[in-house]
Nanobody, 120 residues
Framework: QVQLVESGGGLVQAGGSLRLSCTAS????????MGWYRQAPGRQRELVAA???????NYADSVKGRFTISRANAKNTVYLQMNSLNTEDTAVYYC??????????????WGQGTLVTVSS
């Protein structure tokens, strides 16, 4: 069994910053890509940022230059540094990982979500 646990969400004023963390645990042999998605009320879940094992990144156009994804491999942890937040960033943020288990199964795993609220 593999779990992703997120932390770091909360309430922040527009222009402020937050850092989200997500740690994977369980029967993990290896982790391929990790990323962050978000879902705002009444909207579909969308990719925010993704990080592949080769270090390549992919960002949504709306967050480029403001958000940075990084990873601490030894800790199976991925971070999302969010700067210059605006009200349109308000959403539930979900961590996602492509995991290989010790049983050689490939799983796509989601965290439970952490709420980010940006006030004007």
């Amino acid at each position: 069994q593999v779990q992703l646990v997120e932390s770091g969400g909360g309430l922040v004023q527009a222009g402020g910053s937050l850092r989200l963390s997500c740690t994977a645990s369980g029967t993990i042999f290896d982790i391929n890509a990790m990323g962050w998605y978000r879902q705002a009320p009444g909207r579909q879940r969308e990719l925010v940022a993704a990080l592949a094992t080769d270090g390549s990144t992919n960002y949504a156009d709306s967050v480029k230059g403001r958000f940075t994804i990084s990873r601490a491999n030894a800790k199976n942890t991925v971070y999302l540094q969010m700067n210059s937040l605006n009200t349109e960033d308000t959403a539930v943020y979900y961590c996602n990982a492509d995991v290989i288990t010790y049983g050689n199964r490939q799983l796509e795993v989601w965290g439970q979500g952490t709420l980010v609220t940006v006030s004007s």
